[in-house]
Structures are given as C-alpha cells and as structure tokens.
C-alpha cells in the first residue's frame, strides 16, 4: 500500500538487511524488484547475505541484469564467494553473464568452487564460454588455486571440458595433466600426456 520510494527508504534506515531479506520473500515478486530498484548496490549486498535465494527465487529471477552485476560487484569485493554460489541458480543467464563480466578470474573460481550444486557448472560454462572458463582455470594456477581449477573441470560434462582444454596453450594442458595425475582427479589425468 505505501509507495515505492517509501518502501526503499524504511527498508534501508528502519529495517535493515536482515529484515528486508525476509520481508523480499513475503511480497509480491514484481513489486519486491520495483522497491529493490530503489537501493543501493551495497545495501543489497547486505541483504543478499541475510536472504535465501530458495525463498525469493522469484524475486531474484526478475531483478535487471544491471543491478544483479552491480551486487555481484559488490560482493566479489567483500570477497562473498559463497553469497554469489548461492544466487547462481536463480538469476537469470544475462544476468550471470553480466555478474561474471565484472568479477575477476580468481573470484568466478571461487564462486564454483563453493557452489553446492555441481550441476549447475555445465550452464554457468555455457554462459561464459570455453575461453572465460579456460581463463578461471589459468587464474588458479596462477593463484595457487589449482585444485579449484582441477574440481572445476572435473565437474563439467567431457564435451564442455575438452572444449575449455582446447583453448590452453601445449603447456598449460601438460602442467594441469601433471596437477589432476598427483591429485587423482582420473577424469584430467590424460590431459597434457
């Protein structure tokens, strides 16, 4: 019943995120974006932290590609890596896509490596191609983040997975064949050889 505006400002100075993450599950989806539209980046990130995505789904699926990215900014920021797993299955694929623009390698790494459900890597590939996903890939090794590269793989289907290895240069499949083999991870232990 009361406008917009008003809602966006009592969630921010009377509420807080804790409560406006409850309350985003509780009202309707569409007016639940309109009153998001109406709050800062970081203080969306605060309530993305207090919020189960499995209780607003819809409300998380219809918010703009736009404002999605510049959470996810946010976040990867504070270094949120499980907050952003969490939010994978229920943003829309422009959004993700728009998210993982402004997210660096080593912080898209991360994220994968925290998701609670692998399934969804084969999408979360698809969206970012083969070439995005080979650059996560050389973000771990480079960050010492090797077996997050290795468990990432290793989770994506074999034809997603032979098309990610394609883009690494003769030595990077050699040294990623030579990390899965002391790792044990059987599906990559061929990669390089």
């Known amino acids: 019943m009361l406008p917009t505006g008003l809602l966006a400002t009592l969630g921010e100075r009377a509420f807080g995120p804790l409560l406006c993450a409850r309350f985003a599950a509780l009202i309707e989806p569409a007016r639940a974006v309109e009153v998001a539209a109406r709050l800062p980046a970081p203080f969306l990130a605060d309530v993305a932290m207090e919020l189960d995505p499995r209780r607003a789904s819809d409300v998380i699926g219809s918010m703009p590609a736009a404002q999605v990215a510049g959470v996810a900014r946010e976040l990867g920021e504070r270094h949120e890596h499980v907050t952003l797993g969490l939010f994978v299955g229920h943003v829309s694929a422009q959004a993700l896509l728009e998210a993982a623009a402004v ?42 983040l090797w077996s997050e590269g290795l468990d990432l793989l290793a989770a994506l289907s074999a034809d997603r997975r032979e098309a990610i290895v394609a883009e690494l240069s003769d030595r990077e499949r050699a040294r990623l064949g030579e990390r899965a083999r002391e790792a044990g991870v059987s599906e990559l232990a061929s990669v390089g050889s």
């Open 103 to 144: 997210l660096d390698d080593e912080t898209l790494l991360s994220v994968a490596f925290v998701l609670e459900n692998k399934d969804g890597l084969d999408e979360l590939a698809d969206v970012l191609g083969p070439a995005r996903v080979a650059g996560l890939v050389r973000a771990g090794e480079q960050s010492e």
